[in-house]
């Protein structure tokens, strides 16, 4: 590479050529001040008077001496280099000591990748970037980090990445989606559709029945961004693709539109195989019956993407599996008929239990419906505390109760929990743990410490079963970080009895102060200048 | 005074003992925490029943820890270094054992000291002559072998040698080393590797390597034959390539070099089985360049140097040699720096020139470190789809040699000009360093993750 700015400047690669040939073939030298220089300095050491003679001696003397004249005068002109662009300013840099922070969880492997994305949250919060010296470390671990690396630091990672001479990552451009690989493309159109849902989909209309199945398949899930009901159309037909991928996507998609043609027919589904029949009685309440009549499996069923499972036959059967999916899919109206509550009672005393309980969470999930997640909820609860005839208190049911809490939104769970939190209820507030929201607030870590360190005071038995569920550990990624709670799983960690039977228990609530002690570390760097 | 937590990740021997010792950095983790001065100390359970003792000094730095680790610091050693950078721990008394251990390392030190200027004891002169007459005698015999080998290389061209297996080359290596010409071995046992190396940015070509390292040894064999023409200082320089050691007596009468040496980087490389440590140095009033070689074995440990971004201020003692480079520490502390930037540094033209005076006066040596002021780095036009980089200035550029770290440096400079120093081989630079914001960043003796940071 060098080689080829001065090649004729001096007589380096001649007597390389000659070097490589060997002594016996190569043309003797030529005159010149340095061929001078070689016999005169050669006039045979004292050992070995032949010396001068020897052609071997000659040339090796010639190759040294232009070799150490090649290296000594190698020079590029300032010209031969293109400067790196300068790289934008792009904002203050976080303290020493979140980037040492970083740094470590960098090099930390798998468990810190919780770390880093809070890391990375703080770090856009505070609207501070990494020093450069990480950028390159931070680049290794591109594909591992998470979406706010992008925002806090993504700018300079692609300045350094155009700097090392990579090839830019194909830009979404909203004007080339029709062109380039598929994810590009899938970019591409995921952000036309987010500007204008409609008419991507016009333009994917368009181009529709000419492009291969696995972009089609790409660009139908592509449809999720803006979704609304003037796409139903267009996800009916898909419906009738020849490729499979194509029909699965518009069968995920189109549920969430109750209005469409599809959820009417998963409500006649639905409602044919669910029917309450009430007789009601003069002067006595009505008394309800849930009439189950399970589908069968046929083609406008698969059509809609309900179909048999294999492994269904071990669990309930074939066709109980085709009303759970049916259930799942079809739009909560079309249980109108009757209040949420009466659905699941009767339900839950049918044989049938299991796949419409789970078709209806399902459907309730899909929906973020809080009316009926709030009734059943209350059903459930009451059910538990065997307020509800014909349903017993068990392990079934209280799993179903705390799937049912699941569905509540954050602050509402909190709320139920903080109740059976005031209730002593130890035994559920361990199972409902185990589910619940990612992140507590502080308010509701606060109470959790709190019975924790009651718990924790209690009888030999309580510390037991608190340590069996393995939740605890597991709660340090969701309690609210703040001083406060770090301190109090300190002490709890602390104060835990020194006897044989709480080291699993100490192993977690240890677990627990641990995680929390770092999430505060990490704050704690973020603040100090 | 403290090290920064860059500092003290750098002296770690591995990446398990830097995760690890990260991992012992929590406060809570100790007890009996202290400080007297530069000293350190603290107790930390372990899985032995008694928990383990550390202390460390960090002017050394230097560490001791009770645990049966035989890495070097061991991870509570580290641990116990970042809990201090993280937050000063406090001034106390220091236990017995801390006393005892510091009060040790003077004792030790002292007693090199009387051991160096102890009068030695009588030399059997007559003896001494002999072996080294019959030293003389082995490499004269080693040389003579050698430059048959060289002619009759030459004479078939090296061609024909790029095709020569591995014993062809190790055989006469091993010559050498019988021979008692170390030095000269290693030179040897370097060329296979030039002959299948693959191109790479900033390097000659392997057979132009090869060329050239052919006859830095053919100048090296033939310089050592003319001992006696030689300027002392110049022949100095020519028996210590060829691998004579420097006799103790011989470094006790090189006069001491007083200076506040800027330490710029370390640099540690395998070589077999031993690890070699460089540790560069430039004295800030002197501008003079020092480099500092230790060696290790996986049974004792590399002693203590002070760490890249600090100051040794003190004396070096610089063995013979023309141009003076190989040093070793004397007396002195190591500190803080006193100022981030890199003494003694110029243009590109002015490295040049430098480097073509070191081969004028020492033409068989192989990298010579450089400083650069005020360069950008760049890409020069690809050759073979590889990019290669180089930093420059207005009076020409360098290439850059190619180096997994080297990212981290554009990163460093986004753009921008810095300072620079690295090792210069006339086709290339191995950068080391860079100085630029009023920061010194280091390559990490490891090639493995970042550039540190080094100076706050």
Known sequence: MTDTTDLAADGWEPILAAALLGAERAPPALPGPLADLVTQADPGSALDPGSALDPGSALLARLTLHGTHHLAGLDLAPDAMEPIAPREPAGPECPPAAATRLYALLTGGYPARERLREWFDLAAEAGMRPPAWLHQALMRHAEHLPETAHAVAGAELDWLASACGEAKAAEPDADDWTEGPLAARRAAFAAFRARDPEGARVALEAIFRKEKADLRESLVGALWTGLSSADEPFLEACLDDRAGGVRQAAQRLLPRLPGSLYASRMAVRATTALVIASKSRLLRSATHELIVTLPEESPTLARDGVEPHAWERRGGGVRAGLLRDILARAPLHAFAAHPPRLWLELALRSEWAEPIVQGLFSGIAREGDTAWARDIVDLLAEAYEGKVSGLRRSNELLGRWVQALDLLPGPEWEARVTELIRARKIEVVLAVLAKGPDAFSERFSAALMDWLAFVTRGSESLRHDLAKPWVIARLGERLWPGEDIAAAAAALAARLPEDEGNDRLRQQVAGLAETLELRLAIRREFETR | ?456
């Open chain 2, 1 to 456: 005074m403290s090290l920064t937590t860059a500092q003290i990740l750098d002296l770690a021997p591995d990446a398990a003992s830097r995760k690890a010792g990260q991992d012992q950095a929590k406060p809570a983790k100790w007890s009996g925490l202290g400080r007297a001065g530069s000293v350190i100390w603290g107790e930390i359970k372990g899985s032995g029943a008694t928990p383990y003792r550390t202390v460390a000094d960090l002017a050394g730095p230097a560490s001791k820890c009770t645990c049966p680790s035989r890495k070097f610091p061991c991870k509570h050693g580290l641990g116990l270094m970042l809990v201090d950078a993280s937050s000063a721990l406090p001034e106390a008394e220091p236990p017995d054992w801390v006393a005892a251990w510091a009060k040790g390392r003077e004792s030790r030190a002292a007693a090199a000291e009387t051991k160096a200027t102890a009068p030695a004891k009588p030399v059997d002169e007559k003896a001494q002559a002999r072996r080294r007459q019959a030293r003389e005698d082995k490499v004269a015999a080693a040389l003579d072998e050698l430059d048959l080998w060289l002619r009759d290389l030459m004479r078939r061209g090296l061609a024909a040698a790029r095709t020569e297996p591995y014993a062809f080359w190790d055989r006469m290596a091993g010559r050498l080393v019988d021979g008692q010409a170390p030095g000269l071995a290693r030179r040897v046992r370097a060329l296979p590797g030039l002959v299948a190396a693959a191109p790479q940015a900033g390097g000659a070509r392997p057979e132009a390597a090869l060329g050239l390292a052919l006859g830095r040894i053919a100048l090296l064999a033939r310089a050592a034959r003319r001992l006696d023409a030689l300027a002392p200082e110049v022949a100095a320089g020519v028996r210590a390539a060829l691998g004579y050691p420097v006799t103790a007596e011989e470094m006790a009468l090189r006069p001491d070099q007083l200076d506040d040496w800027a330490v710029l980087a370390h640099a540690v490389e395998e070589e077999n089985r031993l690890t070699a440590r460089s540790v560069w140095l430039v004295g800030r009033r002197s501008g003079a360049l020092a480099q500092v070689i230790d060696y290790g074995t996986a049974g004792s440990p590399l002693p203590p140097a002070p760490a890249a971004g600090q100051d040794f201020c003190g004396a070096l003692a610089f063995q013979p040699g023309d141009p003076p480079l190989r040093a070793v520490f004397r007396d002195g502390r190591a500190g803080p720096a006193m100022e981030p930037g890199l003494p003694g540094a110029g243009s590109v033209a002015a490295a040049r020139d430098a480097f073509a005076l070191v081969l004028a006066r020492a033409p068989w040596t192989e990298r010579w470190p450089v400083r650069l002021a005020g360069v950008r780095l760049g890409r020069l036009p690809a050759a073979g789809g590889a990019v290669a980089f180089a930093a420059g200035d207005a009076t020409g550029c360098l290439p850059l040699r190619g180096d997994p770290r080297l990212p981290s440096l554009l990163a460093v400079a986004g753009g921008r000009p810095i300072d620079l120093f690295g090792l210069h081989d006339g086709y290339g630079l191995s950068p080391l360093a860079l100085a630029t914001g009023g920061r010194l960043y280091a390559m990490p003796a490891e090639a493995s993750q970042a550039v540190l940071l080094q100076v706050a």
